[in-house]
């Protein structure tokens, strides 16, 4: 086989294995969004219906003790505003994780209301113009949420720039470098990015990623 042949052979063989590749890695997003959806089906089962089914219970208790006992009435009602608030919280959370509302707030308040809701000391920085698509900020959001479930009360900081063009994401924090980068890596090169990770002992973890822009 003279030369060009062996480089179409070498470019076939590349290719096989990058289409292999790219079957793994779309088959794990797959996989990582039913997960995501069966988490919360179960949060909501168990969670948001449950709190709904006992403002149910007390609405009943309160009409009850309106006219017998009014003192218990609204002892009862005042409970029931405390668990409405808590309700609309965790629902807004949930609609959250199945979409965060970029347009209504920015990249910038969706992560800083994620960093809240996990517990994590956040401190974020974002600087990118309107213009940014929403698939490319939403696979953004995804790929912090994947590092926030696992940062509960630790420390973490989170950039986000243009810089060329694309977008450039870093995510700095006290965790080992196996915290869900396999699921972050899917999301960019879904999008023609990459992802780079940097760990040493006793340090924090760097994720930096690129998205390239329309």
Known sequence: MD?????????????RDEIAKLRVSRRRLVLTADAE??????????GLQQQL???AANLELVAMSMDGDPD??????????TDL???????RTLA????????????????????????VRARIDVSVGTSVPT???????????DVLKHAAGTAMTITVREEGDGLVLEIEAELGADAGP????DRLEALGGRLSVRSEPSRATVWSGFLPLP
């Open 3 to 15: 030369a060009s042949g062996t480089d179409v052979g070498r470019a076939i063989a590349e290719l």
């Open 96 to 119: 959250d994780r199945i979409y965060p509302p970029l347009d209504a707030g920015g990249l910038a308040a969706v992560l800083r209301s994620a960093a809240g809701n996990a517990d």
């Open 85 to 91: 608030r808590q309700a609309l919280e965790q629902m």
């Open 182 to 185: 396999s699921a972050m890596r």
């Open 37 to 46: 959806r069966r988490g919360i089906e179960r949060e909501l089962h168990d």
């Open 53 to 55: 089914v006992g403002l």
């Open 72 to 81: 218990a009435a609204t002892t009862l009602i005042a409970e029931m505003r």
């Open 135 to 145: 698939e490319i900020a939403g696979a953004v959001y995804f790929c912090c949420l």
